[in-house]
């Protein structure tokens, strides 16, 4: 299994450019095809204007929004072009609400969709339709970047957080490529419930299936020492020197998480290594 079709989306000039970076590295290591959707987003809120204003602040948004579109189109065909690799640019120009919709439609038929870290500094609105739509509307995993941080070109290590769930067990299917050539997957588990199936070998199950792909693994079972998951991962991530993180996504509904919080998200907020999602 390799990642044969990959796919990143643009929305602003300044915005996507580890995405893009990281994106041309994996198609020239797996020998794929990077199709790049370039937006022109109408961030117009129409509310209680008349209706001549409101005629006149959608036509001027639309401009801008088309004007941004052609500006990205064109610094990624200039970028895509030198660096050689087999490449498609799509350009489409909708409102913020229909992005979902849009992104979805190109990113159901790709292997993996590579994005900058969406709550990152100067992200727009935006960032976060383009994970979520890839997650639920494509149901196409993510790989979500921490600015300027790629993957290197040989990992070393990577940490899977496994809880037994059907969204953790499909990111590790959708990252086999990853994991095959890490020279180490550390499977982390996290306080194993006492009465669970895999109570007498938490992880071992997952372990023994990833073995069986070639890939070397370990289970770390960790205690919850601190207040949040996604800072013991982090921490985890941190002292084995991992450089990729592989979890499951959103196994609470999302707006819980959007109001209380949830490993998702803290980790899509304050992770300071690539992670790669899949619902």
């Known amino acids: 299994m390799t990642y044969k079709t990959l796919l990143t989306v643009r929305a602003t000039p300044e915005g996507g450019s580890t995405a893009l970076a990281q994106a041309e590295a994996l198609v020239r290591?797996?020998?794929?095809?990077?199709?790049?959707?370039?937006l022109g987003v109408d961030r117009t809120q129409v509310g209680y204007y008349d209706a001549s204003a409101t005629a006149i602040a959608i036509t001027s948004m639309l401009d801008r929004a088309r004007a941004e579109m052609q500006e990205v189109e064109a610094d990624t065909e200039t970028r895509l072009r030198a660096s050689g690799v087999p490449f498609a640019v799509a350009t489409a120009?909708?409102?913020?609400?229909?992005?979902?919709?849009?992104?979805?439609?190109?990113?159901?038929?790709?292997?993996?969709?590579i994005s900058d870290l969406p709550y990152g500094k100067d992200q727009g609105p935006e960032a976060e339709i383009i994970v979520e739509a890839a997650l639920f509307a494509a149901r196409t995993p993510v790989l979500a970047l921490p600015e300027g941080q790629l993957l290197p070109e040989r990992l070393k290590t990577v940490l899977v957080a496994w809880d037994e769930s059907i969204e953790?067990?499909?990111?590790?299917?959708?990252?086999?490529?990853?994991?095959?050539?890490?020279?180490?997957?550390?499977?982390?588990?996290?306080?194993?419930?006492?009465?669970?199936?895999?109570?007498?070998?938490?992880?071992?199950?997952?372990?023994?299936?990833?073995?069986?792909?070639?890939?070397?693994?370990?289970?770390?079972?960790l205690s919850k020492t601190l207040p949040r998951v996604s800072d013991v991962l982090r921490r985890h991530a941190l002292d084995s020197g991992a450089e990729l993180i592989v979890m499951g996504a959103y196994g609470h509904s999302r707006l819980r998480e959007s109001i209380l919080g949830g490993t998702t998200r803290n980790m899509l907020e304050h992770s300071t290594l690539p992670v790669l999602m899949a619902h």
Do not use: Y
Not at 99 to 107: E, F, G, N
């Open 93 to 113: 120009l909708a409102p913020l609400g229909d992005l979902t919709r849009v992104i979805s439609h190109h990113a159901r038929f790709c292997d993996l969709v």
């Open 168 to 221: 953790a067990l499909t990111a590790v299917r959708k990252a086999l490529p990853l994991l095959q050539s890490a020279d180490l997957v550390r499977i982390a588990v996290i306080d194993p419930p006492q009465h669970g199936i895999e109570r007498s070998d938490p992880g071992g199950m997952l372990c023994q299936m990833l073995a069986r792909h070639g890939v070397a693994c370990e289970v770390d079972v």
């Open 29 to 38: 290591r797996h020998d794929g095809h990077l199709d790049v959707l370039c």
